[in-house]
């Protein structure tokens, strides 16, 4: 008999023991795992923060179809976005609370019911329960702290959220003085040339050098921050980035005197495009769906650099790739940019198409990923939707 209760005694002791082992493990290793995702500046591998953003956006997404009109379909995802933020910090404190459990359950001699609930009210500073012993006390400490740090980092991680949807958001505003909105190329050399804007600020290269690295830099960071949506429903993140690309790209092709700086912007733009559908579609809601995008035709900018000069010079770089432009609507295109044009259209449009092809297959995964306004010339969109096209001058209407 005696025996007997002594094993059961041994038995519920090793229990204990591994409970709280197992308790300090999972308590560090999430603390750690929030650090990283929300302090750390670098690409966070967080099983926690992919699985709560993937899930929600695939939720968010489902009912996509009931809604008739794509402004409808963007005030409701525009909640998908702060929701998963939300959610990050309950996922976070409901395991510390699990976990911290384990670990009063371990020092204790509470039930592992009374010892969540001990640890709950600690963890969240409600303070309603005592401590059973001194261990239990130290661990009571340890969850009221970690309780306090966990707002203080979710605090941190919104401003800097804040503050990097801003940086992103004033380029936008930017862009849509010259690119309209939704945003589209051509725009930006058609305007600049009725404002008598210098050829070489068409878009401007310092301007969209830093908004292009400072955005991947952000997104890279900070997933959750790509699902962010405009406050207009006519503008987003994605299609800007391509129009200003585009416009680039359209200055590249339609003269024979190529601008070193529009090179590097195409440069920048081509690799932001595909680290950032690559991110995305790492994340668990992109797994298990195959795109045409699924390999980047680039790996470094010196890829881009020696295609893009290679074109401009004549030198043959093989059949061009999908570039999402109908050969009509570019013609239409060179007509409208009237003097500018100095190349003929063949040999324009030959330029284009093997330019545009090394950026757009990243940049419409990613707008139809993120189901961002159905641009001119940004692929198409899941549901599908029509193209919504900025105020072009006056008689002017595309094919």
């Not at 301007?207 to 503008?235: A, G, I, K, Q, Y």
Request: a neutral charge; one cysteine or more; glycine letters at 8%.
């Amino acid at each position: 008999m005696a025996a007997g209760c002594g094993r059961v005694l041994t038995t519920i002791r090793v229990m204990r023991t591994s409970a709280l082992v197992v308790g300090v493990v999972l308590t560090a290793a999430l603390m750690f795992a929030m650090c990283q995702a929300m302090i750390v500046p670098r690409r966070s591998s967080s099983r926690i923060v992919w699985a709560v953003n993937g899930t929600v956006a695939a939720v968010a997404r489902m009912p996509l179809r009931w809604f008739r009109t794509y402004k409808a379909q963007d005030r409701w995802l525009s909640g998908s976005a702060p929701i998963s933020v939300l959610l990050q910090l309950i996922v976070y404190v409901v395991l510390l609370i699990v976990t911290m459990g384990l670990v009063i359950f371990g020092t204790t001699g509470l039930s592992l019911n009374d010892s969540i609930y001990q640890s709950g009210a600690s963890l969240t500073t409600l303070g309603l329960v005592e401590p059973v012993n001194e261990a239990s006390g130290v661990a009571i400490f340890v969850a009221a702290f970690l309780g306090l740090v966990v707002v203080a980092i979710f605090i941190g991680y919104l401003m800097a959220l804040n503050g990097a949807y801003v940086t992103r958001e004033s380029g936008l505003a930017r862009a849509a003085i010259l690119a309209g909105e939704p945003a589209w190329g051509p725009l930006f050399l058609i305007r600049g040339r009725q404002l008598g804007l210098p050829r070489n600020e068409l878009p401007d290269p310092s301007l969209w050098l830093d908004w292009m690295s400072t955005t991947r830099l952000n997104h890279e960071v900070n997933p959750v921050l790509m699902e962010f949506r405009s406050m207009s429903s006519r503008r987003h993140w994605v299609t800007t980035a391509l129009a200003a690309l585009d416009a680039a790209a359209l200055q590249v092709s339609i003269t024979e005197d190529a601008l070193p700086h529009q090179l590097q912007l195409l440069t920048e733009g081509t690799i932001t495009m595909w680290a950032l559908a690559d991110d995305l579609r790492t994340s668990p809601r992109a797994a298990t769906a195959a795109t045409a995008a699924s390999r980047s035709p680039v790996g470094h900018n010196w890829d881009v650099e020696r295609i893009v000069l290679d074109v401009v010079h004549g030198i043959d770089t093989g059949p061009p790739g999908e570039c999402g432009v109908p050969r009509a609507q570019f013609d239409q295109v060179l007509q409208l940019l009237g003097e500018q044009v100095t190349l003929a259209p063949d040999e324009a449009w030959r330029r284009f198409q093997t330019i545009r092809s090394l950026y757009y297959q990243a940049a419409a995964d990613l707008a139809c990923r993120l189901h961002a306004v159905p641009a001119p010339w940004s692929g198409p969109r899941d549901p599908d939707l029509p193209v919504e096209y900025p105020l072009l001058p006056e008689g002017t209407r595309l094919k």
